[in-house]
């Protein structure tokens, strides 16, 4: 099923989807669209992804298969639970904000957990967990090498478990896969995917974000 309405961002860890999401929320802060847009991110800020954050740190070890599980359950609030928001950012409810036409751009999506949980342990349990939710109607892929990606997170406090080069080598292997499975029309349902050079400027990027968004989905030109 395609969730009209609902816009994904996707990449390896330091493709530069929050910096995009944020500059998104910005540009729509500045329109008389603001009422009409949400922004999220997986995992959630609802309780299950408070629990996801703190084992991406490292904080509560878990079996592989588990931490797909984890991530499903969380998404499956994500998509499916009571519509709570806190400002423009939503924290649960995708499916119920888009229904009543709002916009919703999440940071992250199943996408990741194909990538990711494919990798650490049987490629068929996070596709058997995430075969049921819908597919958003624009997709966005942040390209980048994954000795590039790191380099940007080198300043932060901390690393989470996942952010090793040799592991996101994989992950975007799997990535490529994924796209390359989901551009067949039986598959897709419809879902445009755009491929996004993460090394170009912020403004090239922006602008390009923008300008898919408006034609996707026919927005007012501001």
């Known amino acids: 099923m395609l969730l009209n309405n609902f816009i994904v961002f996707e990449g390896i860890d330091g493709a530069g989807t929050s910096t995009q999401i944020q500059i998104l929320s910005d540009r729509i802060k500045k329109t008389q669209l603001n009422d009409r847009f949400f922004f999220t991110a997986e995992p959630t800020k609802a309780q299950t992804g408070q629990y996801l954050r703190k084992m991406l740190k490292g904080d509560i070890p878990v079996k592989n298969e588990t931490a797909a599980y984890l991530f499903a359950a969380d998404r499956n609030e994500h998509i499916?639970?009571?519509?709570?928001?806190?400002?423009?950012?939503?924290?649960?409810?995708i499916q119920e904000a888009c229904t009543k036409e709002c916009i919703v751009v999440s940071d992250r999506y199943f996408f990741s957990s194909l990538a990711y949980q494919s990798?650490?342990?049987n490629a068929e349990v996070p596709r058997a967990l995430n075969a049921f939710f819908p597919l958003p109607s624009l997709l966005f892929y942040f390209d980048i090498e994954p000795k590039v990606s790191l380099k940007r997170l080198g300043s932060r406090e901390y690393r989470e478990i996942?952010?090793?080069e040799d592991f996101l080598n994989q992950t975007v292997k799997e990535y490529k896969k994924i796209l390359k499975e989901y551009s067949a029309p039986e598959k897709n349902q419809g879902m445009k995917t755009v491929i996004i050079d993460a090394t170009a400027s912020k403004e090239d990027i922006s602008s390009l974000i923008w300008k898919e968004i408006k034609n996707s989905l026919n927005l007012p030109i501001l």
Do not use: D, Q
């Open 80 to 93: 499916n639970g009571k519509l709570c928001t806190e400002g423009n950012i939503l924290v649960t409810g």
């Open 119 to 121: 990798i650490s342990c």
């Open 162 to 164: 996942y952010e090793k």
